[in-house]
């Protein structure tokens, strides 16, 4: 992999939208180019990683609904509701994924609660903690946790790649 050039995109947190370098790296042998998205960026969303997770983790919680937490968020309840209906979508796979990864790296099985969607993620490696949860999410999935179909490439853990398993 080398350094192929990269494009601008936006980026928006509470501090207002700013642009982001995002490199891209093209394979040698495959003469394929892969962007390489930062941990605080998801794939196709404008707003942040921590953003997107805050509302996701208030929602789940039940501490409030998908209005309160985007007013909270500062982001349109529509687009709240999109992250959180994306989400629920997801949270079978993104669970099952997690519990399989904290395996893999000697950690205790996990089952998720009865309700999958309030299946949250946990980031107890070292180093990940003080980024937060959603940084490392978005890191493990490549950007993927709220994309539509695309399989995320995961973590490759020691010499290997991870996949997580697919849930029944």
């Known amino acids: 992999m080398t350094f192929?050039?990269?494009y601008r995109r936006?980026?928006?947190d509470r501090r207002g939208c700013r642009r982001v370098f995002v490199p891209r790296l093209r394979c040698g042998a495959c003469r394929v180019s892969h962007a390489l998205l930062p941990a605080f960026v998801l794939a196709r969303r404008l707003d942040t990683a921590g953003t997107i997770g805050g509302v996701l983790a208030a929602v789940?919680?039940?501490r409030c609904g998908v209005r309160p937490a985007a007013e909270r968020a500062g982001v349109a309840h529509t687009t709240a509701r999109g992250w959180w209906r994306r989400f629920a979508a997801r949270a079978p796979v993104l669970g099952a994924g997690f519990a399989a990864l904290a395996v893999e790296l000697g950690g205790e099985a996990i089952t998720p609660p009865e309700g999958a969607a309030r299946f949250a993620t946990a980031?107890?490696?070292p180093g990940w903690a003080p980024l937060g949860a959603w940084r490392f999410?978005?890191?493990v999935?490549?950007?993927m946790?709220?994309?539509a179909n695309t399989p995320?490439?995961?973590l490759v853990v020691g010499g290997r790649r991870f996949m997580p398993p697919v849930p029944p």
């Open 4 to 6: 192929w050039s990269g």
């Open 10 to 12: 936006w980026v928006r």
């Open 60 to 62: 789940a919680a039940g």
């Open 123 to 125: 980031a107890g490696l």
């Open 137 to 139: 999410a978005s890191a």
């Open 141 to 143: 999935t490549g950007g």
């Open 145 to 147: 946790m709220l994309a």
């Open 152 to 154: 995320a490439p995961w």
